[in-house]
């Protein structure tokens, strides 16, 4: 895998938080999405019940897809020999961490954690073409 395709968690994590936000600014509590009993009326609600249905499909659709992506990841990270690379990269890539925190945790610069990731992804990636 790439960097790239490494840190594809990352943004999936943000959209699934952004439509988090948009349920709740619309009134939808995310940790009860209930929203056949909430409104029910005139044609009026009915379309604001069918909005709130599509943003609650839309989350259910992109925690799905995080999750896929996850399990991807750490399959990935799992074969990684290296315990150290291992442990660099779910820092990274699985618990979110940037560099600083990264190297506070491991006791290195932010730059020495990153330089023997890509260094280590690098190789991996020669050696699988």
């Not at 290296?82 to 006791?107: A, P, T, V």
Request: charged share 35%; glycine share 4%.
């Amino acid at each position: 895998m790439t960097e790239k395709e490494l840190s594809r968690y990352y943004f999936l994590k943000q959209e699934v938080k952004n439509l988090e936000d948009r349920l709740i600014e619309f009134g939808v509590g995310v940790s009860a999405m209930n929203i056949d009993k909430e409104i029910s009326g005139t044609g009026e609600h009915i379309s604001i019940q069918q909005r709130r249905s599509e943003l609650v499909e839309k989350l259910i659709n992109a925690r799905l897809t995080a999750l896929e992506e996850y399990l991807k990841i750490e399959s990935f990270i799992e074969k990684v020999e290296d315990s150290e690379i291992r442990q660099i990269m779910r820092y990274r890539f699985l618990d979110l961490y940037d560099w600083y925190k990264i190297g506070e945790l491991l006791n290195y610069d932010r730059t020495t954690a990153s330089k023997k990731m890509r260094a280590y992804l690098k190789l991996s990636h020669i050696s699988h073409q």
